[in-house]
T-cell receptor
Framework: ETGVTQSPTHLIKTRGQQVTLRCSSQ?????VSWYQQALGQGPQFIFQ???????GRGNFPPRFSGLQFPNYSSELNVNALELDDSALYLC?????????????FGQGTRLTVV | KQEVTQIPAALSVPEGENLVLNCSFT??????LQWFRQDPGKGLTSLLL?????REQTSGRLNASLDKSSGRSTLYIAASQPGDSATYLC????????????FGTGTSLTVIP
């Protein structure tokens, strides 16, 4: 049990809609990173939040946005959903920006866009 | 751009066998390398973290080694069990970004009883 929880576990949305995914970080961790994992692929970095500020972003369009709250939980928002956004979305929790510290992942949110 | 490759893509072994999973990365300037396990449709479970100054880490039947200069890591699993069946992913954090993992596509392991 890593202590990183994501909600919801599964979600079905229609193309063009908006979605919000949530992540609660492990106790004591101030850094949350989000990853997208397509079927059969390794996870791809979306962005990271460190002490409520964005601390790096991968190659994802602006319709992917995020937020980190004072308790270090985080949200991932995706606007104007496309079919290719269907994937497993993973949240990772770590301490101090993630460098040289172990990262712990949640169980993921499976998003299906139809 | 850092690229991570894992070979083989799939592996099937009889129970009790010792096995080695391989991971290679193109840029040796990394902060650390982490091995994960992923069960079908699930999240990632951290197995071992090797910091750039370290050569290996051990946890139970697992041993991971790191050769930064050659851009390689191996995960050794001793006395494999059916419960070890899963996909194993390696990921590195490059020194020039310091905040994002670059993942391989994983090795799918099946241990046959």
């Amino acid at each position: 049990e890593t202590g990183v929880t994501q909600s919801p576990t599964h979600l079905i949305k229609t193309r063009g809609q908006q979605v919000t995914l949530r992540c609660s970080s492990q106790s004591g961790h101030n850094t949350v990173s989000w990853y997208q994992q397509a079927l059969g692929q390794g996870p791809q970095f979306i962005f990271q939040y460190y002490r409520e500020e964005e601390n790096g972003r991968g190659n994802f369009p602006p319709r992917f946005s995020g937020l980190q709250f004072p308790n270090y939980s985080s949200e991932l928002n995706v606007n104007a959903l496309e079919l290719d956004d269907s994937a497993l979305y993973l949240c990772a929790s770590s301490l101090g920006g993630g460098v040289n510290t172990e990262a712990f992942f949640g169980q993921g949110t499976r998003l299906t866009v139809v | 751009k850092q690229e991570v490759t894992q070979i083989p893509a799939a592996l099937s072994v009889p129970e009790g066998e010792n096995l080695v999973l391989n991971c290679s990365f193109t840029d040796s300037a990394i902060y650390n390398l982490q091995w994960f396990r992923q069960d079908p449709g699930k999240g990632l479970t951290s197995l071992l973290l090797i910091q750039s100054s370290q050569r290996e880490q051990t946890s139970g039947r697992l041993n991971a080694s790191l050769d930064k200069s050659s851009g390689r890591s191996t995960l050794y699993i001793a006395a494999s069990q059916p419960g070890d069946s899963a996909t194993y992913l390696c990921a590195v954090i490059p020194s020039n970004t310091g905040n994002q993992f670059y993942f391989g596509t994983g090795t799918s392991l099946t241990v046959i009883p």
